[in-house]
C-alpha cells in the first residue's frame, strides 16, 4: 500500500513538473536579438518575433517583450562606427494591422558597444502597451501590430541610422476592463515623414484612471458627509445616555 502511494505522488509530481515547464515556454521571453546594420532601407529591417504563442489584447505590454540586448555583426557596426554613425538615440513607432501609426518613442540609447564577437545594443525601460480605440469604449483593431524600432544619432541633414528591426505581435479580442485600463495614444505628423521635428505624440491613462478624477473626490466627500452624520449622530446618543454631560 505505502509502494502504490509512492507511485502516486512521484507521478503527480512529474505531471505537475511538466505542466510548469510547459507553462514557462509559452511566457518567459528571449532577451537576445541578432540583427543586421541599417542600410537606410526601412523594408530591410530585420523581422524579429519576440511575442509568445497567445495573442495580446488591449493594454498588453509590448514594451517588455521588445528589452533585450540587440547584436550586430561586428564588422558591419565597425564600418558604420568609421562613417561616423553611433546608435545614440532610439525611436519606436507603432503600428496597427492597418499600417497606421498609433505610436511615437523618441529616447535616448541604452548601453552600447564592441564586445568580442559583435556590436551591442541594450533595449530597456521601453514603456508601451496595446491602446485601446475611442478612449476605451471599443476593442483595439484584431491582427498583426507591428513595432518599428530603429537606432540613429542625428546628423545635419539627415539622421544617421545605425541598425533597425521590426516586430509583429498578434492581438486578439479584449475585455471591457482591459480596454478601460488600456492606455489612449494619439499620435499626429503635421508636414510628413521627412520633415524634422513635425511628429507628435501623447500619452494618454486609460478611460478608468482618468475618471478618477470624477469619482475618487466625489467618494472622498461622500465619504466625510457620512462620518461627519455619524460622529452627530454617536454623540447624541452619548450624551442622551450619559445625562446630557
Not at 48 to 55: D, I, L
Not at 163 to 169: E, F, K, L, P, R
Given at each position: 500500500?505505502?509502494?502504490?502511494?509512492?507511485?502516486?505522488?512521484?507521478?503527480?509530481?512529474?505531471?505537475?513538473?511538466?505542466?510548469?515547464?510547459?507553462?514557462?515556454?509559452?511566457?518567459?521571453?528571449?532577451?537576445?536579438?541578432?540583427?543586421?546594420?541599417?542600410?537606410?532601407?526601412?523594408?530591410?529591417?530585420?523581422?524579429?518575433?519576440?511575442?509568445?504563442?497567445?495573442?495580446?489584447?488591449?493594454?498588453?505590454?509590448?514594451?517588455?517583450?521588445?528589452?533585450?540586448?540587440?547584436?550586430?555583426?561586428?564588422t558591419e557596426a565597425s564600418i558604420l562606427w568609421g562613417l561616423g554613425k553611433r546608435p545614440e538615440l532610439v525611436k519606436i513607432y507603432l503600428k496597427n494591422p492597418a499600417g497606421e501609426t498609433k505610436y511615437k518613442i523618441d529616447a535616448e540609447s541604452g548601453p552600447y558597444g564592441f564586445t568580442d564577437e559583435y556590436f551591442a545594443i541594450q533595449l530597456k525601460d521601453v514603456d508601451l502597451r496595446i491602446p485601446a480605440n475611442s478612449f476605451g469604449f471599443s476593442s483595439p483593431d484584431m491582427?498583426?501590430?507591428?513595432?518599428?524600432?530603429?537606432?540613429?544619432?542625428?546628423?545635419?541633414?539627415?539622421?544617421?541610422?545605425?541598425?533597425?528591426?521590426?516586430?509583429?505581435?498578434?492581438?486578439?479580442?479584449?475585455?471591457?476592463?482591459?480596454?478601460l485600463m488600456a492606455p489612449n495614444y494619439i499620435y499626429m505628423d503635421m508636414f510628413g515623414v521627412f520633415a524634422s521635428g513635425d511628429e507628435i505624440s501623447i500619452a494618454l491613462p486609460g478611460i478608468f484612471f482618468l475618471s478618477m478624477l470624477i469619482w475618487v473626490p466625489a467618494v472622498s466627500i461622500g465619504l466625510l458627509m457620512y462620518i461627519k452624520s455619524s460622529y452627530k449622530i454617536g454623540m447624541h446618543l452619548f450624551k442622551r445616555e450619559s445625562g446630557g454631560k
Open positions: 500500500m505505502k509502494k502504490v502511494t509512492k507511485n502516486k505522488t512521484f507521478l503527480f509530481f512529474i505531471l505537475g513538473l511538466t505542466i510548469l515547464i510547459l507553462a514557462m515556454s509559452s511566457t518567459v521571453m528571449a532577451t537576445d536579438f541578432y540583427i543586421t546594420a541599417d542600410d537606410d532601407d526601412d523594408d530591410d529591417d530585420d523581422e524579429v518575433q519576440t511575442a509568445s504563442s497567445a495573442s495580446l489584447s488591449a493594454n498588453s505590454d509590448i514594451g517588455r517583450l521588445l528589452e533585450g540586448t540587440y547584436y550586430v555583426d561586428k491582427g498583426a501590430w507591428r513595432v518599428e524600432v530603429t537606432w540613429y544619432s542625428e546628423g545635419w541633414l539627415s539622421d544617421n541610422h545605425f541598425a533597425g528591426v521590426t516586430s509583429s505581435y498578434i492581438v486578439g479580442e479584449s475585455d471591457l476592463m482591459d480596454n
